[in-house]
T-cell receptor, first 111, second 116 residues
Framework: GDSVTQMEGPVTLSEEAFLTINCTYT??????LFWYVQYPGEGLQLLLK?????DKGSNKGFEATYRKETTSFHLEKGSVQVSDSAVYFC??????????FGAGTILRVKS | NAGVTQTPKFQVLKTGQSMTLQCAQD?????MYWYRQDPGMGLRLIYY???????DKGEVPNGYNVSRLNKREFSLRLESAAPSQTSVYFC???????????????FGPGTRLLVL
């Protein structure tokens, strides 16, 4: 079945460092891909999405490119802030009627 | 707009007790969902309601029941709680169901449930 694999955390960075959180997927067909973010004490929020190969989703300085050839959707940000500390979830919508989530990656940014 | 609200925020139960988790949304969304989140695992879908008056099983429905009370409210009931149901429960809603492009889901803050 469909699945999402994310890099294990926690990822700890200093403020203004470059961020990459890896995400790869297994799915039949051409899924839509998403990054959700969960700030402390809150529910998940959609951060960005891409619906077809080579699409780039972007929001709040975060970017991710849908790479069909490597089945990846890595999340990047050029300069992280303390306020970016959160849990980041990669997810896909395949042929079924549900979102499939990765296990989540904790990001901690230190000032 | 409050978005998606959940009650309670935290609950401790003894094995065999029952309880209902409440969820409400004020965005006039058609579809609502219940997920559970366990350490090292992604969110797993328990039940969903594609539209008012319908409910369907998700990936892990055993031990749970749901009620779509009206368009706003979608409750999750544990009839006889077990330690394996210790988890964080999230309710979510979307304007349309997934198959109709409703991929953007809005989540509540979660309910932490501990079953002893």
């Amino acid at each position: 079945g469909d699945s999402v694999t994310q890099m294990e955390g926690p990822v700890t960075l200093s403020e203004e460092a470059f961020l990459t959180i890896n995400c790869t997927y297994t799915a039949t067909g051409y899924p839509s891909l998403f990054w959700y973010v969960q700030y402390p004490g809150e529910g998940l929020q959609l951060l960005l999405k891409a619906t077809k190969a080579d699409d780039k989703g972007s929001n709040k300085g975060f970017e991710a490119t849908y790479r069909k050839e490597t089945t990846s959707f890595h999340l990047e940000k050029g300069s992280v802030q303390v306020s970016d500390s959160a849990v980041y979830f990669c997810a896909l919508k395949g042929g079924g009627n549900k979102l499939v989530f990765g296990a989540g990656t904790i990001l901690r940014v230190k000032s | 707009n409050a978005g998606v609200t959940q009650t309670p925020k935290f609950q401790v139960l003894k094995t065999g007790q029952s309880m209902t988790l409440q969820c409400a949304q004020d965005m006039n969304h058609n579809s609502m969902y219940w997920y559970r989140q366990d350490p090292g695992m992604g969110l797993r879908l328990i039940y969903y309601s594609a539209s008012e008056g319908t409910t369907d099983k998700g990936e892990v429905p055993n031990g749970y029941n749901v009620s779509r009370l009206n368009k706003r409210e979608f409750s999750l009931r544990l009839e006889s709680a077990a330690p394996s149901q210790t988890s964080v429960y999230f309710c979510a809603s979307s304007e349309a169901f997934l198959l109709q492009g409703g991929e953007t889901q809005y989540f509540g803050p979660g309910t932490r449930l501990l079953v002893l």
